[in-house]
């Protein structure tokens, strides 16, 4: 039997972390880890304000760049710049609103 290996690096093209309670930790804890490991790039789904938080250009002092893209953004991927994705298909369905103002995911 193999034995599960961690990427080393420059094996590891794309880190996503999805992010809800963990979003501090995702931003200020795993960022600057993955940054120093020359991850190319890092993307946070924060699910609290329904976005993705693309980080790229890795460094020394963590990620160089930073954007938070809406459902209405198209990215494409640094290792694969012919792979462009819509967000609305990366994020979580909408939320949508119930009666007595309650939302629940569809």
Known sequence: ????????????LLAIEVADATLRKDREIKAPIYAAARV?????????????ERHTA???????????????????????PDVEL??????????RRRAGGRTRRH
């Open 1 to 12: 039997p193999t034995r599960a290996r961690i990427p080393g690096r420059g094996q590891l």
């Open 40 to 52: 190319p790039e890092y993307w946070i789904i924060n699910l609290a304000d329904d976005l993705l």
């Open 58 to 80: 890795p460094g020394p002092r963590g990620y160089r760049r930073r954007a938070a893209l809406t459902r209405d953004d198209r990215v494409r991927l640094v290792a694969f």
């Open 86 to 95: 819509a967000v609305s298909d990366v994020l979580a369905p909408p939320r």
